[in-house]
T-cell receptor
Framework: AQSVTQPDIHITVSEGASLELRCNYSYGATPYLFWYVQSPGQGLQLLLKYFSGDTLVQGIKGFEAEFKRSQSSFNLRKPSVHWSDAAEYFCAVGARNTDKLIFGTGTRLQVFP | EPEVTQTPSHQVTQMGQEVILRCVPISNHLYFYWYRQILGQKVEFLVSFYNNEISEKSEIFDDQFSVERPDGSNFTLKIRSTKLEDSAMYFC?????????FGPGTRLTVL
């Protein structure tokens, strides 16, 4: 069965520090992978996606993620965090890009000035 | 930039009442979805809809739930007889390859 694990429930970083949010997935075939961000009281905004090709994908707001098949991971990174990045981040996996998404439990990011 | 919209933003209802949650997907999208997020929990898939029929549904999506695309723009989720455990944030999403775009959600509170 498909599943997504986000091992870090809560991460705190200082503004300007680098960030890596972990995501591991379990899926039989090559998955479609997504990262979404949810600010308090808001909907889910698509940050980036991976379907095939280059395993390092660039997204909005300066985020990137790297697909590592051998580790079943799709970690999200940002070189320098801004206070406005404080939000909840969800990793999701899909069987194909029109299929349902399976979400992880999310990682709440807190940014200190 | 086109976006998915949802109304109302917050709905309060009594247990046993029917509710209809409304969504306007992005206009050229062909695939539509409903998800829900119970407070403090992960986002869960409810149903997907394509070509005017349900393409997949989860075990959560029982006979109390139904979806409809009554016209060319709206996509609705109906809960026939609400239960306390239906209290959640309900998200609509649409897609026309690649990636699903989500609306801001409707917070449903069942009293």
């Amino acid at each position: 069965a498909q599943s997504v694990t986000q091992p870090d429930i809560h991460i705190t970083v200082s503004e300007g520090a680098s960030l890596e949010l972990r995501c591991n997935y379990s899926y039989g075939a090559t998955p479609y992978l997504f990262w979404y961000v949810q600010s308090p009281g808001q909907g889910l905004q698509l940050l980036l996606k991976y379907f095939s090709g280059d395993t390092l994908v660039q997204g909005i707001k300066g985020f990137e993620a790297e697909f590592k098949r051998s580790q079943s991971s799709f970690n999200l990174r940002k070189p320098s965090v801004h206070w406005s990045d404080a939000a909840e981040y969800f990793c999701a996996v899909g069987a194909r890009n029109t299929d349902k998404l399976i979400f992880g439990t999310g990682t709440r990011l807190q940014v200190f000035p | 930039e086109p976006e998915v919209t949802q109304t109302p933003s917050h709905q309060v209802t009594q247990m046993g009442q029917e509710v209809i949650l409304r969504c306007v997907p992005i206009s050229n999208h062909l695939y539509f979805y409903w998800y829900r997020q119970i407070l403090g929990q992960k986002v869960e898939f409810l149903v997907s809809f394509y070509n005017n029929e349900i393409s997949e549904k989860s075990e959560i999506f029982d006979d109390q739930f139904s979806v409809e695309r009554p016209d060319g723009s709206n996509f609705t989720l109906k809960i026939r007889s609400t239960k306390l455990e239906d209290s959640a944030m309900y998200f609509c999403a649409s897609s026309d390859l690649p990636g699903q775009f989500f609306g801001p959600g409707t917070r449903l509170t069942v009293l």
